[in-house]
């Protein structure tokens, strides 16, 4: 009886000992706040064991954003893609931040990815986290009003060895910054500046069709009219949009 009391707690032990280690890995995606941003102040290390940025492997963001700027409420596809010799796991979480926070507005465009932290970031899905030695992943962003000026792409990408478990794994961090365009205010109607507004009556001059936003990037209104008047819209910060011109505006 003894000896059946004695080898019923090392049978227990034995089986702790011997029982798979419990992953703290995300085959699924992202929990959220891991891209190495000023907001997020956080990376895939706090899941995965590894030292950041070691190893050999790159990550890098790219975008079509041209050169003189992106214009808000236009939309842009931004990529993230990794690179390291025989690896058939990654994953990410990507973010998009400026001076006064979370900037823009990401769009899924596929069944490999999936939104994270509040919908401010992009993560990859169980569906995608597959590859071989180069891993892509591209998302659509929408610049809004909270995005004036400039706005930084923040992304943590993730190589995994695939072991079913947090050991063994890379987290490399990139980043890519990006500037509104400017448009230069003239006070004529001519081709690049097609229209203008008054801000005393809340009226837009005009000789071509235009798109009003709201700083959410919704469009509110649409007018071809010479004269338009949007004081019925409610007080916030709109965008004017022709095909030639892009200007912010404030309703009071």
């Given at each position: ?9 090392i ?13 703290h ?17 956080q990376t ?20 079509d ?35 006064s ?12 990815t ?5 919908n401010?970031?992009?993560s ?9 030695t ?12 909270n ?10 990408l993730?190589f995994a060895?695939?072991?079913g478990?947090?050991?063994?794994d ?5 980043s ?28 837009i ?15 509110v ?26 200007q ?5």
């Open positions: 009886m003894k000896k059946s009391l004695l080898l019923f707690p049978t227990i032990a034995l089986a702790i000992f011997f029982y798979p280690t419990t992953s890995s995300n085959s699924g995606g992202s929990p959220g706040g891991k891209t190495n941003s000023p907001l997020d102040a895939c290390t706090g899941c995965h064991s590894g030292t950041l940025n070691s190893g050999v492997g790159t990550a890098s963001i790219t975008s954003i041209p050169v003189n700027g992106y214009v808000i409420g236009n939309t842009y596809t931004i990529t993230l893609t990794g690179v390291k010799a025989n690896c058939t796991k990654f994953g990410f979480e990507l973010t998009a931040e400026d001076a926070g979370k900037a823009g507005n990401f769009m899924i465009t596929d069944n490999t999936k939104f994270v932290n509040s401010n970031a992009v990859h899905k169980s569906s995608g986290n597959s590859g071989n180069t891993k892509s992943w591209s998302v659509d962003w929408m610049p809004t009003a995005s004036s000026n400039s706005t930084t792409f923040y992304a943590a993730m060895n695939g072991n478990n947090n050991n063994g890379y987290i490399f961090t990139t890519l910054t990006v500037n509104e365009e400017i448009v230069n205010a003239v006070n004529d109607l001519s081709l690049k500046n097609d229209f203008t507004f008054n801000t005393v009556n809340k009226t001059e005009t000789t071509n069709a235009i798109l009003v936003y709201d700083i959410n990037g919704k469009l209104l649409t007018t071809k009219e010479k004269s338009t008047t949007i004081s019925h819209l409610k007080n916030g910060i709109y965008i004017l949009k022709s095909e030639n011109k892009t912010k505006i404030i309703l009071n």
